[in-house]
């Protein structure tokens, strides 16, 4: 297979799915669909990243049956090549806040079950400094310190915006004192960004995809951004948390329900500065139906954080758009 002429191929085409990080096209190589993996290199860095993406699906193939195999790996120029997965992209049939079929949930424990049976020697290396394995207090603060980071990256030039928006001056300081009480657990693999656009169900599987945020962590993590991530509906919610206690060793699931709600009032936090950012960005080019998509769900994310931090929640999507206006042009708001 001429990998280079694929990539090549890939980048005039017309049709593609782009994430935050990466484009993805599908391509047909005559042997069969492939999916050619290209890294976004404007993309800012929003989320913490410590290995590449190769190398997780490497870590991952022996124990996880339903995640892309690994074609071609290219580092100049940087790109992947995935086997194609054919099936419906769960956001496209089951949006966020609704509920989801019955095995997706199921499908979901299965896939964090397999991740905490990976041994620490068979996963990608970790920078140094790293926090030592039940250390929830340092990787807490490892999560923390890249939003702050963040924070300030963007400050001055959104500070009208963030002050609109109710996001403090230290907008951190409702968890940081707060890591130093979460409980031990064993550190594990984690996929640390599963959401609805990252899972394709095919003939009754789950299969996910986006491995590039894998982190070596807290296995609450991972249940928390995931319950952050795909806004269940309370009984559902209820669900995965059962079979995730019920099927995970009990040395992962440990710990009170103060330590999964802390790690979500950083992900509420993180996501309200973040996707103000993203989400301007993002307006610019918008048609109307997108513009007001994206401002609605900043307000929900808003009024969530806003939570967190005592303030009432009382973003509306007209406030949003008002405020984002810059960005975004001068677009009518329709109720």
């Known amino acids: 297979m001429n990998w280079q002429a694929l990539y090549e191929r890939a980048l005039g085409a017309g049709e593609s799915a782009a994430g935050y990080y990466n484009r993805n096209v599908g391509m047909d190589t005559g042997e069969g669909k492939v999916n050619v993996r290209i890294p976004l290199e404007a993309?800012?860095?929003?989320?913490?990243?410590?290995?590449?993406?190769?190398?997780?699906l490497a870590c991952i193939a022996p124990y996880v049956a339903q995640a892309p195999g690994l074609r071609h790996v290219s580092h100049r120029p940087r790109f992947q090549v995935?086997?194609?997965v054919e099936g419906r992209v769960l956001d496209g049939f089951s949006p966020r806040g609704s509920a989801v079929p019955a095995h997706v949930m199921g499908d979901v424990v299965t896939l964090m079950e397999q991740l905490v049976r990976i041994p620490r020697e068979k996963a990608p290396d970790l920078p140094a400094g790293w926090p030592e394995s039940g250390d929830g207090a340092g990787f807490g603060r490892v999560l923390a310190a890249?939003?702050?980071?963040?924070?300030?990256?963007?400050?001055?030039e959104y500070a009208a915006v963030f002050a609109e928006f109710g996001i403090p001056a230290d907008p951190l300081a409702?968890?940081?004192?707060?890591w130093d009480t979460l409980r031990s657990r064993p550190f594990v693999v984690l996929h640390s960004d599963l959401h609805r656009k990252n899972m394709i169900v095919s003939e009754g599987l789950t299969w996910f995809l986006d491995w590039e945020l894998a982190l070596w962590g807290d296995p609450l993590y991972e249940l928390a951004i995931h319950f952050h991530k795909m806004d269940y509906p309370e009984d559902q919610r209820a669900e995965v948390l059962r079979q995730w206690r019920e099927r995970l060793p009990s040395a992962c699931t440990v710990g009170p329900a103060?330590?999964?709600e802390l790690y979500?009032?950083?992900?509420?936090?993180?996501s309200a500065i973040v996707d103000t950012v993203r989400y301007s960005k993002q307006l610019a080019d918008a048609d109307t139906a997108t513009h007001a998509f994206l401002t609605g769900r900043l307000a929900r994310k808003l009024n969530v954080a806003r939570a967190v931090w005592g303030a009432p929640p009382d973003m509306t999507q007209a406030g949003v758009a008002r405020t984002l206006a810059p960005w975004?042009?001068?677009r009518p708001w329709t109720p």
């Open 328 to 330: 975004g042009g001068s």
């Open 174 to 178: 409702v968890v940081m004192a707060r």
């Open 264 to 270: 979500l009032a950083h992900e509420r936090v993180k």
């Open 82 to 84: 995935h086997h194609f």
């Open 43 to 56: 993309a800012d860095t929003m989320d913490v990243r410590v290995w590449r993406e190769e190398d997780v």
């Open 258 to 260: 103060a330590d999964l």
């Open 146 to 156: 890249l939003t702050q980071q963040v924070y300030d990256a963007h400050r001055d």
